[in-house]
Every structure is written in C-alpha cells, then in structure tokens.
C-alpha cells in the first residue's frame, strides 16, 4: 500500500522526494510553527519542510544552551542541527509564536549561522490591525525568500502556490473524513502519518501521492474493533507512535486538534474574490482556529473544539501537550475544566517530546476507556 512507501519519509527526516527535488534545482526552507504559510515557502522551485527531530534520542548539549525547561520539541530540534542533521536544508523560517521559539531561533543563527534564517513576526491578537500587520510580515517573508533565493517575484507565482496548497488540504480532509466514517477505513496515526509526509515533500508531490492513497483507502475497512472513539487535542506532535499507542489500548483516534494533524489543513485560502494573495493568506492564518498563542481567542477557540468534538460522535477527549508548553500548559487546564463542565469524558496528558513512560501512557488511557465504561 502507499502508506508504507511514505513511511520512510516519516521516519526519517530526509527523503528521496526531497532528493529529487533539490536534484532538479529546487531549495528546501524549513519552518517550525503553522503561522509560517506553506504557501510561500512553496514558490517556484520551493519546497516547505515542517520541522521535527525524527530519529533524536537526547538533548543533552542543547540543553546547555535552551535549558531544560525549554520545550522538548525546541530542545531536541537544536540537538539535531547541532549534529548536522539538517543538512539537506538550504534555510529555516523560525515565528515569535512563543518564548521557546524565539530562544530557539537565537541559538541557531549563533551557532549554526544557516545561509538564509529568517523570524516571522506573528501577532497574537485577531483584529484589524492584528491582520494588517500580519499580512506586511508575510509580503516582507515572501520578498525575502525570493531575494536571497533569485526568483522574480510575481503575484501569480503566489497564487499558484495557494492553489497547489489547497489542492493538498482538499486531499487531506477527504482522506481524513474516512476516519469518522461509520464505516472505519484508516486509523488515527496512519493519518497522522499522512499528514506528516505532506508537510515533508513538496506539494506537486503530495498531491499525487496522496491521491493514490485516497483511492486505496476508500475501498478498504479495517479489520480491528475498537473500544473508544476519541477525540485528540493538543500541542505540538510529530511521533505517530504516540497515537500508536493510544489506539493499541483500544482508543481510536477518529478526529483531532493538534499542531501538526489535520488541525493545521482545515482551511482553505480563498481564491477569485481577493486581490492581493497576502491579505488572503493572512485572513486564512488569523481567522482560523487558532492555536494558544492567540491569547485573547480562547472562548471561541473552545466553542470551536466544542462542536468538533459533538460533531465527531466520541466517546472521550484526550488533551495532550509537551511538559515546559507554557501556552498549552494554560489552556489544557481550561479545556479540561470546560469540557467536564460540558458532561464530555476527558482525560489529560503532560508528555516529554519523544516517548519515554510508554507503560504509564498506556495504563492511563487504559483507565480512561474503563472510566467510560468500554
């Protein structure tokens, strides 16, 4: 099956698509944070490569420089660029989104001195000016990538982008919709998988590719019985062997709400009505749910998870988020207040970035699939 010859691409962090790519002449960015639009690091030639730290096993002399306190993701992406493990990439875009981030950014330009770094700006409110503002630091992003890069800019370069973009997102709702089926087809972390792969290839790639797996997978059932359907929300998250584990207890993840799932796919850029791309990029960015940095969102942030939740038909939610998340540390409290207030089962989890206490996750979710009565 498709899935399995995209495996490599998720276990590992360079890829033969990526190869290829840069054979033909292509450059590869690498970015951190979902409020760096693919769209622009997917320009003429480019390819946009959601960064994780697949294959890190410490992080020890990162954390001389970040602190151990310092998120799990930040500190192990570090350690693997110290080590020379993103060598396939010709540059990096780093987001203000957060502390760690920016932290993050500081050390590598320091110490790694990467041919082009650049730091979106990222504001953390939703109004009018918030957007402006917004849409001025993508359009300085944009001129920035192809400046140093030596690609005439034009607008309908970018329009294309868009387009190739939300061809990719069709794709992944589409496959994602046979999850919550009656009928289940694919499981949580195969898409989980699928998801990563289409963030680590280029996306004339992806689309082909993940056409070829929506055709296998609308013709096929799966075989194993489930106990639970749960809902997933949570930071940031690049191991599918952690929803692996969940859906071996019997706990099947059939929709979520993470950074680096299908949350991050769930809106198209609108086309045809909207003159200048980067305004419509930038609506897209802000107006859709946002993540915890977006600190004055967290009502309608909910109220949006809400109805995803009741939409998906679950029996419970489970919230995970990486231990030293400052923002996700605040509003998991909230959501689990919130979603027992609603009557909905939830169960939270603190994790370290790459999976340690395997037995204690698993005997967590266990109780909390018994808990419901499953």
């Known amino acids: 099956m498709m899935i399995e010859k995209i495996d490599a691409a998720v276990q590992t962090l360079n890829n033969t698509w990526i190869d290829d790519a840069r054979g033909a002449g292509g450059k590869v960015l ?3 944070c979902s409020y760096v639009p693919e769209e622009i690091l997917n320009l003429n030639g480019l390819s946009g490569f959601r960064m994780r730290a697949t294959g890190s096993v410490g992080s020890q002399t990162a954390d001389n420089y970040l ?3 310092n998120c799990g993701y930040t500190r192990h992406c570090l350690e693997m660029g110290l080590a020379e493990k993103y060598d396939f ?5 780093f987001t203000s989104c957060c502390g760690h981030l920016s932290r993050l950014c500081d050390n590598w330009q320091y110490f790694l001195k990467p041919d082009f770094s650049y730091i979106l700006d990222v504001p953390h409110l939703t109004d009018d000016d918030a957007l402006q503002w917004y849409r001025d630091a993508l359009e300085k992003l944009c001129m920035a990538i192809t400046s140093h890069f030596g690609i005439p800019f034009e607008q309908s ?6 387009k190739e973009t939300n061809t990719t997102r069709h794709l992944l709702k589409a496959i994602d919709s046979l999850r919550a089926a009656d009928k289940l087809k694919l499981t949580g972390h195969e898409m989980h998988k699928i998801c990563i792969f289409a963030a680590s290839v280029p996306k004339i790639t992806a689309n082909k590719v993940l056409k070829e797996i929506l055709d296998e997978y609308e013709n096929q059932l799966l075989d194993k019985k489930y106990r639970a359907r749960i809902f997933l929300i ?5 191991d599918p062997g952690f929803i692996e584990l969940m859906e071996e ?4 993840v059939v929709a979520d709400s993470f950074c680096g799932g299908i949350r991050d796919q769930m809106d198209d ?3 045809g009505n909207i003159e200048d791309p980067f305004m419509a990029l930038a609506m897209r960015y802000i107006n859709r749910i946002t993540c915890p940095c977006m600190y004055g969102e967290y009502a309608n942030r909910f109220d949006t998870l809400l109805s995803m939740v009741r939409n998906a038909k679950v029996d419970g939610v489970i919230i995970q988020h990486m231990k030293f998340c400052e923002i996700w540390g605040v509003d998991s409290n909230m959501m689990y207040r919130n979603f027992k207030d609603q009557g909905i089962q939830v169960l939270r989890l603190e994790h370290a970035y790459r999976q340690s206490s395997t037995g204690q996750l698993r005997t967590r979710i266990q109780a909390f699939i018994e808990s419901m009565g499953k």
Do not use: C, K, P, Y
């Open 89 to 93: 990439l010709d540059g990096l875009v």
């Open 67 to 69: 602190g151990s306190f």
């Open 157 to 162: 370069m970018l329009w294309q982008s868009i």
């Open 269 to 271: 850029v609108r086309e």
């Open 249 to 252: 207890t019997g706990a099947l």
């Open 30 to 32: 690498g970015f951190f």
């Open 234 to 238: 949570g930071s940031h998250l690049d």
